[in-house]
């Protein structure tokens, strides 16, 4: 299952290579398995409260929960550190990877 999801890589980082404007899955799959996967697991098969799951939910939905979290008008002492050090383009990368997942 690792090995297909690998082998996929190339292919969706290709794609959304094509418009450079497009949001990258591929940086959103880097960023997620290094940052938030610790806590929210990188498909959220089993993620567990009280970290809520993220795939498959709406990009928009997650663009602005994240942008919520780093200028703090949504406060948990945990995001809020987090998503301080996501720029405009991880968190555009982030959700366009993770609302692409099935939930
Ligand atoms: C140290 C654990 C931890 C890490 C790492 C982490 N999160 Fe979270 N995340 C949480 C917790 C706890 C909550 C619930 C906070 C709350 O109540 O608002 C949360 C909530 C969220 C939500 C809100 C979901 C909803 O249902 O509204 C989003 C979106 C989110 N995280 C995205 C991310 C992303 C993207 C990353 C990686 C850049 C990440 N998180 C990394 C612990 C973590």
Known sequence: M???AY???????LS?????????????KSKAA???????SIRNI???APFPPLAGRDDAYLQL??????????HSDIMNNIAG???DRDINNI??????LQP
């Open 7 to 13: 082998a996929c890589l190339p292919v969706l980082g």
């Open 46 to 48: 089993s993620a567990e």
């Open 65 to 74: 929960a994240l942008k919520q979290y780093r200028d703090k008008t949504r």
């Open 95 to 100: 959700a366009a990877y993770y609302s692409r």
């Open 16 to 28: 959304f290579s094509l418009n450079s404007q497009a949001a990258s899955i591929y940086a959103g």
């Open 2 to 4: 690792k090995l297909f």
């Open 85 to 87: 050090s996501l720029s």
């Open 34 to 40: 290094a940052v938030c996967a610790q806590c929210h």
